[in-house]
């Protein structure tokens, strides 16, 4: 088992930041891919970025690239999310996930926090 506990959310006015950051505990965390999804009221949840623990294989998604990075701490065992030039539209509940294996750009995570919320306003 994986546990996974979210933090950083909040509010912000668009054009700021935020950093979000999962603790990971449990099992061998080095073996297993991290990432970060959000959802937002009334829509299905959907992926943001993934990571291996190395950082050699990252993905992020197109609505979010440029904007948000992912990282990893390994000393810490926490996974962060630095999210930047935040819109109104990056509203919603932000979720880390972990999974056995390799990274993959989808929501096919076995493991999820329990989420921290990020209200961007305008």
């Known amino acids: 088992q994986v546990q996974l506990v979210e933090s950083g959310g909040g509010l912000v006015q668009a054009g700021g930041s935020l950093r979000l950051s999962c603790e990971v505990s449990?099992?061998?965390?080095?073996?297993?891919?991290m990432g970060w999804f959000r959802q937002a009221p009334g829509k299905a949840r959907e992926f943001v970025a993934a990571?291996?623990?190395?950082?050699?294989?990252?993905y992020t998604a197109d609505s979010v690239n440029g904007r948000f990075t992912i990282s990893t701490d390994n000393a810490k065992n926490t996974v962060y999310l630095q999210m930047n030039s935040l819109k109104p539209e990056d509203t919603a509940v932000y979720y880390c996930?972990?999974?056995?294996?390799?990274?993959?750009?989808?929501?096919?995570?076995?493991?999820w926090g329990q989420g921290t919320q990020v209200t961007v306003s305008s």
């Open positions: 449990g099992r061998t965390t080095s073996s297993y891919a």
């Open positions: 990571t291996s623990w190395s950082g050699r294989r990252t």
């Open positions: 996930g972990a999974r056995r294996g390799t990274v993959v750009p989808s929501l096919q995570y076995d493991y």
